[in-house]
């Protein structure tokens, strides 16, 4: 079993800063380590899209509306993952959604808004 739990979310001007953050918890205590991470976010009426994941390899993609602006990290040995947000835009105004997956299986958190103002 993997439960994911965000924090961080919030309130921005846009040119803003955020960092969220997902704490794993795993039923094993090796499990995180071969997970693979990412980060989505959702609009109201319109489909959970990919932000940025990070493969139990440490291989990562991200999004072409976020590149260069934000950073996905893992720290296995705290079992959490990041999203270092940079240059906020209010098109980044959305439900943020923690991922892992672990087989054929995925599991998710239960979100944080984060909205910027303009």
């Known amino acids: 079993q993997v439960q994911l739990v965000e924090s961080g979310g919030g309130l921005v001007q846009a040119g803003g800063s955020l960092t969220l953050a997902c704490e794993v918890d795993?039923?094993?205590?090796?499990?995180?380590?071969?997970?693979?991470l990412g980060w989505y976010r959702q609009v109201p009426d319109k489909q959970r899209e990919m932000v940025a994941t990070v493969m139990s390899d440490g291989a990562q993609n991200y999004a072409d509306s976020v590149k260069g602006r934000f950073t996905i990290s893992r720290d296995n040995a705290r079992n959490m993952v990041f999203l270092q947000m940079n240059g906020l835009k209010s098109e980044d105004t959305a439900a943020y959604y923690c991922?892992?997956?672990?087989?054929?299986?995925?599991?998710w958190g239960q979100g944080t808004q984060v909205t910027v103002s303009s």
């Open positions: 991922n892992a997956e672990w087989g054929h299986t995925n599991y």
């Open positions: 795993t039923s094993v205590s090796t499990l995180f380590a071969i997970l693979d």
